[in-house]
């Protein structure tokens, strides 16, 4: 199985959204879906993901906290923070955890897509 995109979200219908756009734009990934931070391990052991877009508001484990211990356990994982928190803060925190990128959910048609190829472009070495 090819390395897959970890949406991390807790939201439902805001993660098949992601899932659903991730399918047509990226159909050579399988996409797997985790609701917490928690999750994210469980689903990890067994290959780590290509990528991961992580919310940072989860039940339990915070987002920002899912990405300090993933980027740990796999430095070489890009992680996206995909949230609606656009306070600054929240970024520097993000960005301190680990993730290479932080698109606000308000930006899903113009920053998301263009970074999501922008960051498998470079794992991909194109």
């Not at 993660?15 to 659903?20: K, P």
Request: net charge negative; charged share 20%; with cysteine.
């Amino acid at each position: 199985m090819p390395a897959s995109i970890l949406i991390v979200e807790d939201h439902q219908i805001v993660r098949r959204a992601l899932r659903d756009l991730l399918a047509v734009k990226f159909s050579e990934y399988p996409v797997i879906e985790a609701a917490s931070g928690e999750e994210v391990f469980a689903l990890s052991l067994t290959e780590p993901p290509r990528l991961v877009i992580m919310d940072i508001s989860l039940p339990g484990m915070s987002g920002i906290e899912a990405t300090r211990k993933l980027h740990a356990s796999f430095p070489s994982t890009p992680i996206l923070i995909f949230t609606v928190h656009e306070d600054s803060i929240y970024r520097k925190e993000a960005e301190a955890a680990g993730a290479c990128v932080y698109v606000p959910k308000r930006a899903l048609q113009n920053d998301l897509l263009p970074q999501l190829t922008s960051i498998l472009v470079d794992i991909n070495g194109q």
